[in-house]
């Protein structure tokens, strides 16, 4: 299914092109226009992007996209679907960290842009918003869209036998973590080591000072805690909200609790939405006792899995100490593909000590608890689960169900958003400038386009 994605990467270099351009209406749909310098933009950005690999009609794509994507925003209208201001200043933000790093840094954007980074989002919120919208009246179209064992049979039974896919050899593996727990009266003698250090730098000792001798940040203890210049959206929430609530340089928060632990943060300087902070961390202990707790609650889930007294999926409900991992049942999610199957690279890529731990296992099997360093650095035990491996092998309904089922989901998601599109065109005004008039993606547009 082609999903509305190309028109979102288009950024910043929309009103950069437009004045390279003798420009036009190339599309009209309903009330709303699209001029050739919106096409013209999308297509040179998705050229920097993608380079060799850009399709020849191109140009046509892009404007049977933003079509459609006003196809959605009407109707979004309709069915009063609403975009929160905070996930609209979200994706602003994330957009910016985009070309930032594009352009050499924030400075570099600016000055390309010849806009402050406030006035460049300033001017591109309406059309983020109406991109979001977009998007969100998109997946509600498909959203009721489901397949039965039956419908993936009939897809794969399409699909011609040389044109099967070859998949590698790959893995599922899932983990139940055990952590350490910090007791009670570790945790608080870090809130009493943090707040003696936010009384002493109120007092009026050097914060940078006190940062260099006492902060358990390995990445700033050299910079006085100094952490450089960041965006919202970067850091730790509960970090970020104490930030970014500094209003003047030398200002220092209240304690503040992360997940990394306990925090004083003093602000240094803003530069618009950015800022730039150093920090003080103190984080709650855990003994080589709590560690051995960890590995007691570990041995006996353990022993209960190899007795069968209890799935996996039930274990990881039950005793998982990771949300992250807790969430997916226990199954490690490629970040790469979005589902839980991994080559052996890839896992590696993710993890490499698993590679080890599942070499020594069949499919089904569960490793012993062992003791590994998260990718913070921190001690605990886990038991990992390898639920399938494959060998290299062409595609089939035995041991590739799950990856043809989400095929064929895919496609009926398709069908039912172009039969959407159809219907959608059928009861609007629309126009195609003779220029893209004979392209192939825009047929569908010709049956009720105006001539011009």
Same mark, same amino acid.
């Given at each position: 299914?082609?999903?509305?994605? @190309? ?5 910043? +270099? ?39 690999? %850009? ?33 609209? $200043? ?35 919120? /309406? ?16 959203? #009721? ?15 011609? %036998?040389?044109? !099967? ?26 809130? *009493? ?92 202990? /855990? /003994?080589?006792? $709590? !560690? ?11 022993? &209960? ?16 100490? #990771? ?37 020594? !296992? ?37 041991? #590739? ?10 496609? &009926?998601?398709? #069908?039912?958003?172009?039969?959407? +599109?159809?219907? &959608?065109?059928?009861?609007?005004? @629309?126009?195609? *400038?003779?220029?893209? +008039? *004979? ?8 049956? /009720?386009?105006?001539?011009?």
């Amino acid at each position: 299914m082609r999903f509305i994605t @190309t028109i979102l990467l288009c950024f910043i +270099v929309v009103s950069v092109s437009a004045q390279k351009v003798v420009d036009k209406i190339v599309g009209v749909v309903n009330d709303k226009i699209i001029l050739l310098s919106d096409i013209e933009a999308q297509n040179q950005q998705y050229i920097q992007e993608y380079g060799e690999n %850009t399709p020849a009609n191109l140009k046509c794509e892009l404007l049977d996209q933003v079509m459609t994507q006003k196809l959605m925003l009407a109707q979004s209208i309709l069915d009063s679907v609403e975009i929160a201001d905070e996930d609209v $200043d979200n994706e602003l933000d994330k957009r910016v960290r985009y070309f930032s790093n594009m352009t050499g840094g924030i400075e570099k954007l600016e000055e390309y842009y010849g806009k402050s980074i406030v006035e460049i989002k300033d001017e591109f919120r /309406t059309e983020i918003r109406d991109q979001m919208l977009s998007s969100k009246e998109q997946q509600n179209i498909i959203a #009721d869209a489901k397949v039965n064992p039956s419908d993936v049979k009939v897809f794969f039974n399409k699909i011609p %036998t040389d044109s !099967l896919p070859y998949y590698d050899a790959e893995v599922q593996v899932g983990q139940i973590i055990f952590k350490p727990q910090v007791i009670p009266e570790m945790k608080q003698f870090a809130i *009493d080591k943090i707040n003696d250090l936010r009384n002493r730098a109120m007092k009026g000792e050097d914060f940078a000072t006190l940062a260099s001798l006492y902060t358990e940040d390995p990445g700033s203890i050299d910079k006085g805690g100094e952490l450089g210049f960041f965006n919202r959206g970067e850091m730790d929430p509960n970090f970020e909200g104490a930030a970014f609530s500094l209003k003047v340089p030398g200002q220092i928060s209240d304690v503040v609790e992360s997940t990394f632990g306990y925090h004083i943060i003093q602000l240094i300087e803003r530069r618009g939405e950015r800022i730039n902070v150093r920090h003080i961390l103190i984080t709650p202990k /855990t /003994t080589s006792f $709590d !560690l051995t707790k960890a590995q007691m609650r570990a041995d006996t889930v353990y022993q &209960k899995l190899a007795e069968g007294k209890i799935s996996f999926s039930d274990a990881v409900n039950k005793f998982s100490e #990771d949300e992250e991992s807790k969430n997916n049942g226990g199954m490690l999610v490629n970040s790469a593909s979005g589902n839980t199957f991994f080559t052996i690279p890839e896992l590696g890529d993710n993890d490499k000590s698993l590679v080890f731990t599942i070499d020594s !296992l069949k499919a089904g099997e569960f490793s012993k608890p062992e003791l590994f360093r998260d990718k913070d650095g921190k001690m605990m035990y886990r038991i990992v689960f390898l639920k399938t491996e494959s060998v290299a092998h062409k595609g089939n309904m035995k041991d #590739d169900y799950d990856k043809f089922q989400a095929a064929a989901l895919s496609q &009926k998601q398709a #069908d039912i958003f172009s039969d959407w +599109v159809k219907e &959608k065109i059928a009861r609007s005004y @629309t126009f195609i *400038d003779p220029q893209f +008039v *004979d392209c192939d993606t825009m047929t569908k547009w010709k049956q /009720t386009a105006q001539k011009p």
